[in-house]
């Protein structure tokens, strides 16, 4: 409904009791389009994939299968399915459906990512700033992902919280895109990238590597420390006649107790085996299990210890050597970490390489000869694993969440291409008819994004801090 005017057609001004009742009108009927907002970002769509070949992760490869989806979970996984009255139809004979890929490290869709102001920052949250507009997300449902973990940086020993995002693109409410009920992650980091951006001109703790240790273990004895006091002053209070005063409020400290109870998976940034080693005993001293390492470059020289200790890797396939300290690794290691039992997936990192998991995890057949299973394992089921979302997505499952991609050829091939990528049984993404732009918001004055044909230095997790570093050395 557009009002263009609030005059009669003979010109004549309407008289004030039908101005107010206009008014009214309007008023509700906006209050109407902005209730439906959420419901819109948590759509939910019915849908039948029929004659498929189903790669269901967990219960093998079903040829001439059919999916059908009801209100945006899969109900039946089968052949000759009926669609009830109303479900919309997707052809897929000769095609393959995976499960929706899922990106365990990403920084798109948020607004910034490095809260470099001190070494320890757990209590920001990139959660707090999302941006749904982002063609990232839109141009990642073009390679089939439909969940990504958006992290904060690198910049600190310890940093913010993360966020789990379902790439629901073309909603306008930024919480619409959130996942409802993904645990909460923290993003830890180990080495160069903390110990620069905080010992350069700041000369402060950490400076060394052992010191990103000290930082670690000081802040989680003051967690625990804190946690205490509230227990303490919850039980007296609850004594009858009890009077005093509430331990003050600090809400870097709870998040730090909450990984402490378990309640938060730390995502920790990490490249060397000697300081991977030395995070494990850091959690074992202060009992904490829920553990993810991030690009783990040498992790393959500790998987042992990282399987007995239940610690989990994601990795690149095959990205290294672009700073010292990552000088050394192989494309075996996520075989290697696999095989020894390890939950391991292959992550991005980058907005461009998120487009292709699925070929970085056809480099394991290769690096490693794992099977089919395994290597789509490492860009679906396992990814959930580390974020404690995979009794939800992950694989192909009657109840789990119809977040799905249907190919053209096998996603483990070269000749792999996804078609269709669908997010709770609604289609996000469709290769033959989408258009040609499908940004929310066409900027006629926007300059075309920089192609750059030079290898760079793959350290996404500091981006947003070149000022910084002119700044901490003097330079501006």
């Not at 790669?55 to 059908?68: F, R, S, Y």
């Not at 941006?131 to 992902?145: E, I, M």
């Not at 690009?295 to 020289?301: A, L, P």
Request: charged fraction near 20%.
């Amino acid at each position: 409904m557009v009002v263009t005017s609030c005059r009669y057609k003979d010109n004549r001004n309407p008289s004030p009791k039908r101005v107010n009742n206009m008014k009214r009108t309007i008023y509700h009927i906006l209050l109407a389009m902005l209730a439906t907002l959420p419901a819109l970002g948590q759509q939910t769509g019915n849908m039948l994939i029929r004659n498929a070949t189903v790669l269901t992760i967990t219960q093998g490869t079903q040829a001439n299968t059919d999916v059908l989806i009801k209100g945006g979970k899969i109900a039946q996984v089968g052949k000759n399915l009926t669609a009830p009255a109303g479900y919309t139809v997707q052809e897929a004979t000769g095609m393959f459906v995976m499960p929706g890929i899922i990106d365990a490290h990403s920084h798109q869709g948020i607004d910034a990512i490095n809260e470099w102001t001190a070494p320890v920052t757990a209590e920001v949250a990139v959660g707090d700033a999302i941006n749904p507009f982002d063609v990232a997300l839109y141009r990642a449902l073009a390679g089939g992902v439909t969940t990504i973990h958006a992290m904060h940086g690198s910049a600190n020993a310890i940093g913010g919280q993360c966020q789990t995002l379902k790439l629901r693109y073309g909603v306008l409410e930024p919480e619409a895109l959130r996942m409802q009920g993904a645990p909460r992650t923290i993003k830890f980091a180990l080495g160069e990238n903390p110990t620069r951006v905080h010992g350069g001109g700041n000369n402060i703790v950490p400076r060394t590597r052992m010191g990103v240790e000290f930082v670690m273990r000081e802040a989680f004895a003051k967690a625990k420390a804190y946690a205490a006091a509230v227990d303490t002053y919850t039980k007296a209070k609850a004594q009858k006649g009890f009077r005093g005063a509430p331990p003050e409020y600090n809400y870097r400290l709870e998040t730090l107790a909450e990984i402490l109870k378990g309640n938060i998976i730390i995502h920790c940034h990490s490249y060397r085996a000697d300081e991977i080693y030395m995070m494990l005993q850091v959690c074992k001293d202060f009992g904490i299990k829920k553990i993810v390492f991030q690009h783990v470059n040498e992790g393959f020289k500790v998987a042992p210890e990282l399987a007995a200790y239940g610690a989990m890797a994601s990795v690149f396939a095959d990205w290294w050597a672009y700073k010292f300290e990552v000088y050394y690794s192989t494309a075996y290691n996520a075989a290697i970490l696999t095989r020894n039992g390890v939950t391991t997936s292959i992550n991005s990192d980058d907005p461009e390489l998120m487009r292709h998991l699925y070929h970085e995890a056809g480099k394991t057949q290769k690096y490693g000869a794992l099977s089919d299973d395994e290597a789509l394992a490492l860009i679906t089921l396992n990814p959930a694993k580390q974020l404690g979302i995979d009794q939800r997505v992950g694989s192909i499952e009657v109840g789990k969440d119809a977040d799905l991609v249907i190919f053209q050829n096998h996603p483990l091939s070269i000749y792999g291409v996804p078609q269709v990528t669908i997010v709770d049984g609604v289609v996000r993404f469709d290769r033959t008819k989408d258009a040609d732009d499908m940004r929310l918001a066409v900027d006629p004055n926007e300059p075309i994004e920089a192609v750059e044909l030079e290898q760079r230095d793959h350290d996404s997790c500091l981006e947003g801090l070149d000022g910084a570093f002119d700044t901490i050395f003097g330079l501006n």
